[in-house]
């Protein structure tokens, strides 16, 4: 049996961070009974962090890691991933559009590689959305070379020992591809499973801002002009 720790990056998710939670531990429990959540507040307005105190006084196992002002979508996962003790890290979005019972085919799947990471099949999101995400991972796997089907699917499990060995700079949308090519260039292995995807019942999504957008395009930039200097 392995620890666990859970993080849960979370922006305005007041709605939805109460059952998320619930539903974390619910899933958890059947596969570990050494386990942390810990829910990442960017700077909600909403009421979020006020919820998540509520459940931590409720259940110990629930951490709350709080931004005073909104930094992105990276840096709230960089906080959490930083702060988890466990043996095995998984994060996933608070806005409760994966099925979390998906990740009992991860558990058994992360013995014979360092990393398993999730790709939509079928995404249960707008046209734009799914197009611009389509978009975002066929550039990045042609700036870097193969990275993941899905780069951006927000349902990754992986060895705390990830973390400990790169150093991802990218704080905005960007992350999660920064985060696996600098894991595949350290040689760390990845193996890819197809996840559920949901739609979003409450609360609303940032991603197809045009400021996240323009963030994410510019981090790209320097990442690979970084990677490229490294090479010369």
Known sequence: MTSLSVVLPAYNEAENISEMVSSVMKTVKPLTDDYEIIVVDDGSR????????GLSAEWPQVRLLGHEVNRGY???????LRAATKDLIFFTDADRQFELADLHKFWPEIEGVDMVIGYRPERADPFHRRLFGWGWSWLT???FGYTARDVDCAFKLFRREIMDN???????????AE????????GYTIRELPVRHLP???????????DVILRA????????IEMWRKKS
């Open 166 to 176: 790169i150093d991802v700079r990218s704080m905005g949308a960007t992350f999660s």
């Open 46 to 53: 909403d009421g979020t962090a006020e919820v998540v105190r």
């Open 217 to 224: 395009f510019r981090e790209l930039l320097a990442f690979r």
């Open 141 to 143: 796997n042609l700036l």
């Open 179 to 186: 985060f696996l090519v600098r894991a595949k260039a350290r």
């Open 74 to 80: 990276g840096a709230a996962l960089y906080s959490g």
């Open 200 to 210: 979003r019942t409450a609360g609303s999504q940032t991603g197809s801002r045009l």
